[in-house]
């Protein structure tokens, strides 16, 4: 079981990562560049269909995380990881998620999508870690 957690895991890891790069590099960014209610409109549909991936992704990772802690007992690596996968749940529901609310409304201007760029780094860079220490 152990060696399927860690493939798993691996898979999980990496396809998060990868998604958040492309929302950090090209998603994001393209949110400035669309106006007024087409950035609303666009912005809606965005939402629902990168929720389910990105909530599949999120809670498979913490599932994994948790089973390993159970069943191998808790390695400083996994501990740190299920730390830094906590900090970035935080950040998504406390940061990212109001302005991605701000956005879907009609309330969200250039700067607002700045702001998720910014906001997103602490994430991406969390995620980062999460990702390489898998492999220690």
Known sequence: MES???VLRHMVDFGLLVLLYLVQSI???SFAVV?????ESWHRIYLKRMTPF???LMCAQAGILSLQLLSDG????EVVSIALVAV???LSFRVSMPLHRLVANGEGDCDICRRLVLTNRPRLWGWSLVFLLGWI
């Open 4 to 6: 399927h957690l860690f």
């Open 27 to 29: 998603i994001y960014p």
């Open 35 to 39: 106006e007024g209610t087409r950035r």
């Open 54 to 56: 990105v909530g599949l």
């Open 74 to 77: 808790a390695t400083w690596t």
């Open 88 to 90: 970035c749940w935080y």
